[in-house]
């Protein structure tokens, strides 16, 4: 039996998990959990704080948009956007007007009406400046402006990060206006303009993280009935037509007339409140990265078992990790057999004049010619033994005779590596030599070959050697 069933467990597949991703045209609506336990509020950030903190951020959202000419829909996108972030960050660890500007600059992407992150800069300065109650003077363009902007493309990365790149955001607009079609209201332009205005006055508000946007909608036109005393179809109710239920549309409606109950929030208290926390945060920050730094123990590796080295500079898995603990002598041996030493700052620098030099000498056609010949001779000597090289004598012997660097230097040129002695010429003598020589070919020089003629690649060498020479 208990073969069977291990014939039959090895036989079945194993079931896997995989998660699911769901690709919709609605609205992203968050959990009861998640709107409750924010994580701001995880920060010790106070509920009513961060309610206006995000009433506030709407409004220099809403206000920068109008100043920067955008249509209402990239303002409600930005706003919805603003509320949708500050559920998944904390209003303690990132700064507010700083994420309102990516956000703005964000929304007018979405919605193609880009503005220039100066322009978003400029418009939210000037905001600040009148909310203040200051003279407004121009932003200097310096240090300061720069690192904002790049803090504002950072910002909007991490919107676009923390959102899971689905920034699509369906709005009541048109939703208002149809329904107010099938209700026979599209006419009332007083209707329909302050069904308009709560729609907009809801974007303060987390309705858009809550409810679809067709109960936000039926509730806009529920507010402004009620405010006109308009008389709506009960039997059956106009709502229902929707497939919107009564307890969301006053849901919504409560929390719409709680915005307008609230007091104005002082930007600077906010602020105070908001900076103090942020302290609190990165010195807990620090003492948990000092406690977490503690001295990690050293190990040396022992690489007499056969391990190789790994091109990514490491040894591969089969170098073993030895304790420290033995004689100081022995490490020091294993080190000094393991490791090569590393070149000085003298030594590269040395090297690398050697290679400018070889450089020069390579461009030139007769620096190939030196180089080429230095090299052979440098590989001849090191590559030979004393015993082994038959030819070793006759080059002592040609060193000997021939002391000056120059004459040495003709005779390898010439080809004449073992010639007479009437090939050693001073450089004195080069002007005659190429006298005799032009004699010598003629007088008739509009040839072809001209030009790699014996006479002038005598010449060509000879301004060589005179380079060399002063080197």
Not at 15 to 37: A, F, M
Not at 206 to 231: G, N, W
Not at 266 to 276: G, S, T
Not at 428 to 456: A, Q, V
Request: overall charge positive; hydrophobic content about 30%; aromatic content about 6%.
């Amino acid at each position: 039996m208990n073969s069977t069933k291990n014939e039959e467990s090895t036989t079945k597949p194993m079931q896997r998990i995989y998660g699911q991703i769901v690709i919709s045209l609605e609205n992203c609506l968050l959990p009861d959990t998640k709107l409750e336990q924010t994580p701001s509020h995880l920060d010790d950030l106070d509920r009513e704080t961060e309610i206006d903190l995000r009433i506030l951020g709407c409004e220099l959202i809403q206000t920068a948009g109008i100043l920067l000419k955008l249509p209402q829909v990239a303002m409600a996108t930005g706003q919805v956007l603003f509320q949708r972030f500050f559920y998944s960050k904390s209003f303690v660890r990132h700064n507010m007007e700083t994420t309102a500007m990516s956000c703005v600059c964000l929304a007018s992407k979405i919605e193609e009406a880009p503005r220039r992150i100066r322009d978003v800069i400029n418009v939210f300065h000037h905001i600040k400046q009148v909310r203040a109650q200051k003279p407004i003077t121009p932003m200097i363009i310096d240090i300061n402006y720069i690192t904002l902007k790049t803090q504002v493309i950072k910002a909007e990365r991490r919107v676009l990060k923390e959102l899971g790149f689905c920034v699509h955001v369906k709005h009541p607009h048109k939703l208002i206006v149809m329904y107010l079609q099938v209700l026979g209201l599209e006419k009332n332009q007083k209707v329909m303009q302050m069904a308009w205005n709560f729609m907009n006055d809801s974007l303060r508000t987390d309705v858009f993280v809550r409810y679809q946007p067709e109960t936000i909608a039926c509730a806009c036109i529920y507010l402004t009935a009620r405010k006109l005393s308009i008389v709506l179809p009960a039997n059956p109710h106009w709502y229902s037509v929707f497939s919107v239920s009564e307890n969301h549309i006053l849901d919504v409606c409560y929390r719409i007339c709680q915005l307008y109950r609230r007091t104005k929030a002082n930007v600077e208290k906010l602020e105070a409140a908001v900076e103090e926390l942020r302290k609190r945060y990165m010195d807990s920050r620090k003492t948990r990265t000092v406690g977490q730094n503690s001295s990690p123990v050293q190990h040396s590796v022992d690489r007499s078992n056969g391990s190789a080295h790994n091109a990514w500079s490491g040894f591969i898995s089969r170098a073993v990790p030895v304790p420290v603990e033995g004689n100081a002598d022995e490490q020091k041996k294993s080190q000094s057999k393991s490791r090569t030493p590393s070149p000085s700052i003298e030594e590269k620098s040395r090297s690398r004049k050697k290679m400018k030099q070889n450089d020069r000498r390579s461009r030139s056609p007769l620096g190939k010619l030196s180089s080429s010949s230095s090299s052979k001779k440098k590989s001849r000597h090191s590559s030979r033994s004393p015993s082994s090289s038959p030819s070793l004598k006759h080059r002592k012997s040609d060193k000997k005779s021939d002391r000056s660097p120059i004459g040495s230097r003709d005779k390898y040129i010439n080809g004449d590596k073992h010639g007479s002695g009437k090939d050693y010429i001073s450089s004195k003598d080069y002007g005659k030599r190429d006298r005799d020589r032009r004699d010598r070919d003629g007088k008739d020089r509009s040839s072809k070959y001209d030009r790699y003629s014996s006479s002038s690649r005598d010449r060509l060498k000879h301004r060589a050697r005179s380079k060399d020479v002063r080197r």
